[in-house]
């Protein structure tokens, strides 16, 4: 009995080391894994690939940051691979903000969102709304006159129904698998309107060869690579504030709940220094990519925000919408 307890203490007291040794320099001793929610080749694959070099960077110890890609229902199998992972700072996700939210208002994600360890955000690309050259549509005002066809993948529909109920419009969606099909049927007239976060709207409208011309961006000032492009506000329409939280694609850094502060720390200022990282920058920017950065408790406020914003919009987002959703949101 005597040796059973000698020996319990013993091992007590190595775990303890063990569990000083995370935290007081050590850490991290092995390879750090980044969940990406998609499958590669995406933004968020991306921006996940460009981004692990620089937190290898400006990590302790220099271990390797390696991409995990778990894919499937639009983003819920990598969010609760992520949420029910070891605390132990050896498994963070790169996330979109808005998925996350629309997932916990409609309640497809039991873990809940505001007890994840949020490490900062990488990038946000407000949306950009774009109508065809055929469709009539010049103005807000000219949406909610028509009964137009606003063109959109699943990942989209969430947020085209809420600007729908704020321009005070119709909302008729017509679905598509992915943003090339959108475009050609946006140059063919086959659709009124489009919705993407702006860079891949923008790429569309200047490869179209003028058949698509931006129409305004859900954002409360004009955004600097496309100064021409108005904000809805410009053209006459307030929005309520909420919906500013929902109406972008935010690429978003997280470790499950429970982490370490020590850890959570030095993952936050890693990611932090990365984000700043002028080659970083450069590298990003050649993908077509800007950095949009933001602290934790900013991001944890915009994922309450998005939250309560679906949540209020769930008459809008009837049961048709959320069945087209099942299987992508949010921009891969």
């Not at 991306?46 to 937190?55: E, T």
């Not at 063109?151 to 969430?158: G, I, Q, R, Y």
């Not at 602290?295 to 915009?302: I, M, N, Q, T």
Request: hydrophobic content about 45%; charged content about 20%; overall charge neutral.
């Amino acid at each position: 009995m005597a040796l059973r307890i000698i020996m319990s203490v013993v091992v007590a007291g190595m775990l303890a080391g063990c569990m000083r040794g995370q935290v007081d320099g050590s850490w991290p001793a092995r390879n750090i894994n980044i969940i990406v929610p998609f499958k590669p080749g995406g933004g968020f694959d991306l921006q996940a690939r460009l981004l692990a070099p620089f937190l290898r960077k400006y990590l302790p110890n220099s271990v390797n940051v390696v991409i995990e890609n778990v894919d499937g229902a639009g983003g819920k199998m990598g969010a609760v691979r992520l949420a029910r992972s070891a605390p132990d700072g050896y498994t963070i996700g790169i996330v979109g903000l808005e998925s996350i939210a629309f997932m916990r208002a409609m309640g497809q994600l039991t873990e809940d969102p505001e007890q994840w360890n949020w490490l900062g955000q990488i990038g946000s690309d407000p949306l950009l709304v774009a109508v065809s050259t055929r469709s009539g549509l010049n103005t807000p005002a000219d949406m909610k006159r028509k009964d137009f066809r606003f063109a959109v993948t699943s990942e989209m529909l969430p947020s085209a129904a809420i600007l729908s109920r704020t321009l005070g419009a119709k909302f008729r969606p017509v679905h598509f698998d992915g943003s090339g099909d959108i475009m050609l049927a946006g140059m063919r007239g086959d659709v009124d309107a489009i919705v993407f976060s702006w860079p891949t709207a923008i790429k569309g409208i200047r490869d179209s060869q003028g058949k698509l011309t931006s129409l305004f961006v859900m954002n409360h000032t004009r955004i600097p690579s496309i100064p021409e492009v108005p904000t809805l506000a410009e053209l006459g329409v307030e929005a309520e504030a909420g919906v500013y939280a929902v109406t972008a694609v935010s690429r978003v850094m997280a470790a499950p709940a429970g982490l370490d502060s020590r850890i959570r720390e030095t993952l936050v200022a890693a990611i932090e220094k990365a984000a700043h990282d002028t080659e970083f920058i450069a590298q990003m920017k050649q993908a077509e990519f800007e950095v949009v950065t933001a602290p934790p408790d900013a991001v944890r406020l915009k994922v309450k925000a998005a939250v309560e914003e679906f949540e209020r919009a769930r008459d809008t987002i009837d049961a048709s919408v959320v069945g087209g959703i099942s299987t992508g949101v949010f921009g891969r």
